[in-house]
């Protein structure tokens, strides 16, 4: 049973728009969040995460909210940029060593 | 700074044949960990450890081994492979603190068995 869920396989986004990518986790026990990016035929590479003790984190274009009431993540990228076409993961952990991953969300963002 | 390095890049195995999967990193990060990424599947622990010496199970462990000799290594071996075990393997490292618990991704090994 999938402890972190990314419910749109895809999403498809205006350049110069809002990106909101989803994502819902059943474990209360999590404390640490992160969200990655990932481009074809390359590994994962990291963009932001927030801890539990936060509802949100901002770095640049890319926000992170927490509702841990309801369980649930979302990324904002504002504005949208071609380059931010890509596969995105969310993750969600409560140890440093052990993150459980959701299936992915596969945003294009047309020019 | 090389990161996190992995090889072979690409891989084809027959059905019972063995095999081990490297990974190395340079940023002296005392965890590792292996995931194997399947369509539809997200990525999933495979095995992790938190220093040389230690190793422990993650969410899909059988047919698969670890160990960590050295802080810099941390190679996967396949016992016996299975078709099952087709997937593209991520080896990914991290400081493991509370102020940085991302993890850093090698660049994947895709494994094909026949």
């Known amino acids: 049973d999938q402890q972190v869920k990314q419910n749109s396989p895809s999403l498809s986004v205006q350049e110069g728009r809002i990106s909101i990518l989803n994502c819902d986790y059943t474990?209360?026990?999590?404390?640490?969040f992160l969200w990655y990016k990932k481009y074809p035929a390359e590994g994962p590479t990291f963009l932001i995460s927030i801890s539990s003790i936060k509802d949100k984190n901002e770095d640049g274009r890319f926000t992170v909210f927490l509702n841990k009431s309801a369980k649930h993540l979302s990324l904002h990228i504002v504005p949208s940029q071609p380059g931010d076409s890509a596969v995105y993961f969310c993750a969600a952990g409560y140890n440093f060593n052990k993150f459980y991953f959701g299936s992915g969300t596969k945003l294009n963002v047309k020019p | 700074n090389a990161g996190v390095t992995q090889t072979p890049k690409f891989q084809v195995l027959k059905t019972g044949q063995s095999m081990t999967l490297q990974c190395a990193q340079d940023m002296n990060h005392e965890y590792m960990s292996w995931y194997r990424q399947d369509p539809g599947m997200g990525l999933r622990l495979i095995h992790y450890?938190?220093?040389?010496?230690?190793?422990d199970q993650g969410e899909v462990p059988n047919g698969y081994n670890v160990s960590r000799s050295t802080t810099e290594d941390f190679p996967l071996r396949l016992l016996s492979a299975a078709p099952s075990q087709t997937s593209v393997y991520f080896c990914?490292?991290?400081?493991?603190?509370?102020?940085?618990?991302?993890?850093?991704f090698g660049p994947g090994t895709r494994l094909t068995v026949t």
């Open positions: 450890s938190v220093g040389a010496g230690i190793t």
């Open positions: 990914a490292s991290s400081r493991g603190t509370s102020a940085s618990y991302e993890q850093y």
């Open positions: 474990n209360s026990m999590f404390d640490y």
